[in-house]
């Protein structure tokens, strides 16, 4: 797909700037530090994080979470969503869909990705193939236990937390491997309420992680209870005010760093709680601004080591006001994307000789019926071409958005079909300067830039040589 250019980017920022200051003029002040004061902390994190992530990866920094800041918030730029989802592609493609043989975090934060952009990664089409990347999270280990749980409780927690965001496995085998987690979860709660990764003192970010997987069971009972899971939904409860009640006894010194404050935050809205003011853990939101650096910017702890402004730091930060901001607005929370369903179908305008097929949500096959090629233009201007010369040629076209043109090479007015009226209308243009690039392509330009009369001429030949028939 064609690249963003310096001046798109600038005027996608300065729109997004604006709706963030006019969504910031609807705000009444509650403390200086988590009223108005979050709201222009987010737009500055968001933005850092837009420009510091030029080309997200699929992988833990620079990837998934960044794409979840981003997209939870509503910020929307096809190409750099487009850009993650190539990257995911050739990871999946490369790996043939096993993201990893015994780290099912791996699938966890990958599913999360893809689901806040509306992908559906039951069904996530490569070009190559389709993969289902969240029954994976189903997979036991010779023990019984599932392979989630290799990890520790942060894998168990974020199993649940990526089985929910859509709602996926909605079946008896789904809820089953629901039930055996969250038991899993209940049953290695410390005594002091909160959990450990796997062994030793319980810690802030992992006992945040549990609250977070746990949060939409103990928002409703009718949920819980159709899991069958061997607790209680009293004892479910109860697990959560240990927990709270542990998080309050360790809050000093805002959490000891950015990280273990910005989970608290997201378990905290998760549970449809105020972290602003909550009634047992106060104002959280504030231990997550006291880590703000400025810039958009955030230190990883208090140390005053600048070098500690972390890209994680950032990442974690900027979700986790997200967060909060959703619960503000009455909207669905951090991770419950059911918000975004998977894309639907796409609208495709195509003249009869491209044949158009749409294999998954936002993957189109594309055939031409004749040696010429096509191309797909998507409204934002961006295009690709898609099949080379060749009758029958077959190409994949992936797109996040929900209408695609498909244009004829060498039907330069767009009505169809190739004339001696288009190279005619083409060259005009061509004497006038007035040719773009997407039209250069059109027409046949070899390099796909700069258009000259004897790709023109090469065009003609191939109509008078009949080579070319609409």
Known sequence: MKALSGETVKKRIISFTFCLLLALTLWAPARAASGTEYKAILEAALENLYFTVTDPICGSVGGEWAVLALARSGFEDEAWYGRY??????????????????????????????????????????????YDLVSPLLSKQSNGEYWASFQGNTGTAFAIIAMDSQNYLNNAEGRKARAGLLDALLNVQQSDGGWCISTGASDIDT?????????????????????????????????????????????????KSVE???????????????????????????????????????????????????????????????AYDRWKNGKT?????????AASAVTVTAPAAAEVTQTASGVLSVTSASACAVIAVTPDGSYERLTPEGSG?????????????????????????????DLAQANLALLGGGVSELDALIMGARNGKALKTIDLAMLNLKLVNKEIEW
């Open 333 to 341: 929370s951090l991770y419950d994307m059911t918000d975004r369903p």
């Open 207 to 255: 006992t945040a992680m549990a609250l977070q997987a746990i949060a939409p069971y103990y928002l409703s009972q009718t949920k819980f209870d159709a899991l069958g899971a061997s607790h209680s939904y009293a004892q479910l409860k109860n697990s959560v005010k240990k927990a709270l009640d542990y998080l309050n006894t360790v809050k000093a010194d805002d959490y």
């Open 260 to 322: 273990a404050a910005a989970q608290v935050v997201v378990a905290l809205a998760a549970l449809n709680r105020d972290a602003a003011n909550d009634a047992v853990l106060g104002d959280a939101l504030s231990s997550v601004l006291a880590y703000y650096d400025g810039d958009g910017a955030f230190v990883h702890d208090r140390t005053g080591d600048t070098s500690a402004n972390t890209q994680m730091s950032l990442e974690q930060a900027a979700y986790a006001l997200v």
């Open 393 to 421: 040629d077959t190409r994949t076209f992936h797109t996040v958005q929900s209408e695609v043109v498909v244009r004829l090479v060498g039907d330069y007015d767009g009505d169809g079909k190739v004339r001696t009226l």
């Open 85 to 130: 989802l190539d990257a995911v592609r050739a990871k999946v493609d490369n790996c043939k869909g096993v993201l990893h043989s015994k780290k099912y975090t791996e699938y966890s934060r990958v599913i999360l990705g893809l689901s806040s952009i509306g992908q559906d990664a039951t069904k996530f089409n490569t070009g190559n193939q389709v």
